[in-house]
Nanobody, 113 residues
Framework: QVQLVESGGGLVHPGGSLRLSCAAS????????MSWYRQIPGKERELVAH??????YYSDSVKGRFTISRDNGKNAVYLQMNSLKLEDTAVYYC????????WGQGTQVTVSS
């Protein structure tokens, strides 16, 4: 059974850091493009970062602050988020893109003073 499970979200002050994890089962992350998206209520889901075997991509809003990484041994993907801002508050989703497309259930990140 294919599953993506995100964890690591929570409440953090502006300027703080969080590390999101996405644990995959039922497929191998090394065979898929892996992405992190985020969504604010009432708005479309936004691509934050993407990683393949060849490269990584970051949206302009997070470039220089967020880092996406992948651990093939643990079959997991991570998003290290530093220098968090109020506008980073959202539900963060993990997505796998390959022969099929899979989504996780999301994890809430709240940046608040």
């Amino acid at each position: 059974q294919v599953q993506l499970v995100e964890s690591g979200g929570g409440l953090v002050h502006p300027g703080g850091s969080l590390r999101l994890s996405c644990a995959a089962s039922g497929f191998t992350v090394s065979s898929f493009g892996m992405s992190w998206y985020r969504q604010i209520p009432g708005k479309e889901r936004e691509l934050v970062a993407h990683i393949t075997n060849l490269n990584t991509y970051y949206s302009d809003s997070v470039k220089g602050r967020f880092t996406i990484s992948r651990d093939n041994g643990k079959n997991a993907v991570y998003l290290q988020m530093n220098s968090l801002k109020l506008e980073d508050t959202a539900v963060y989703y993990c997505k796998a893109t390959g022969a099929y497309e899979y989504w996780g259930q999301g994890t809430q990140v709240t940046v608040s003073s």
